[in-house]
Each structure stands twice: as C-alpha cells, then as structure tokens.
C-alpha cells in the first residue's frame, strides 16, 4: 500500500488512519517454514505536527505456526507488536546520527507501507523458536525425540583429540 504523503500536507487534518491485512503469500523467509494462521491485520495511524513532521504509530497482530528448533514439534506463536517513528524524506545514508533510531524514511512524499509492514514482520521474528523453555531436543545420535521418550545411546561422546586423557582418570 503506498501513501501519498502530500495528501497529509494540503489537509487541515492532523490525523489519518489506515487499516488492513498483508497478503502472506508475498511473504519470503529465508530457510525458515512459516505458517500464518490467520491474516496480518495492521493499523497504522498517522499524527501531523505542528512543525510539519509526521509520526506514524504501527500496531500488527500475527499468529504463525514455526517449527521448534530443538525437537522439529510445531509451534504457535502470537505477537502483537507496537511501531513508532518518524517519517524523513531521503535515505538512511542521507540522515545518519547518533540517537535517531525512531526515522522511518520515504521517497519523492511517497510512503510504501506494506513493504515497510513485511519488513517490520521479518525483524520481529524470533531468531530461535523454542516450543519450551524445558524442550530437550532429538537426539543427535538417533533422532528421538527426548521430550517423548528416551533413548539408548550412550550419552558422553568425547572429542576424539581428547581422547587420551581418559588414560589420566582411570574408572574403578
């Protein structure tokens, strides 16, 4: 969805507000199978200032179905996630300083907010998902799942390098 910001300069309104839902089927993760259980819905609300700058305020609720990364078992998971910034005509290069994290940039008074929505998306995920903070994982040596059952494995692998340091710890 782009916006036209120059809509927001000739209005005597101070505040606008859009609300939608983002298409999944655009959305690209790298090596990573996601499942949105439901639509993306956004609200985005808009504030002019008195000095002319515009705050956005983004709220997104999302509810998507990951696989953990210990034992592979699906999880859900729900976030509901608040964005605020500033919005700056130009690039990120062009506005570099210390202390200006909040800057959310466009180009020519044209805001593209679905792409900026998508990626707002990626940045929020989790960069591990656990489906318990007690989850014991498979077993590197035959696959079972650990939270289920257990295996017969022996479970002390040691390093081969080191191996001659049992010579040091004799078993009685």
Known sequence: MIVDLTTFS???EK?????GEIDQSEMK????EIKFDETIEYEAEFFVLDDGYIEMLLKLDMAYTEPCDRC????????????????????????YEEGMENLVF???????LGEYIKT?????LPMKTICDEDCKGLCSGCG???NDSTCNCIEHTIDPRLLDLQKFFPKE
């Open 10 to 12: 000739e209005s005597t």
């Open 15 to 19: 505040y606008f507000r859009f609300t």
């Open 29 to 32: 993760f790298l090596d990573r």
């Open 72 to 95: 592979l078992k699906d999880t859900e998971n729900i976030q509901n996630i608040q964005l605020s910034g500033r919005l700056i005509e130009g690039t990120e290069e062009d506005h």
């Open 106 to 112: 466009y180009q020519n008074d044209k805001f593209d």
């Open 120 to 124: 707002q998306i990626m940045i929020s």
């Open 144 to 146: 079972t799942n650990l």
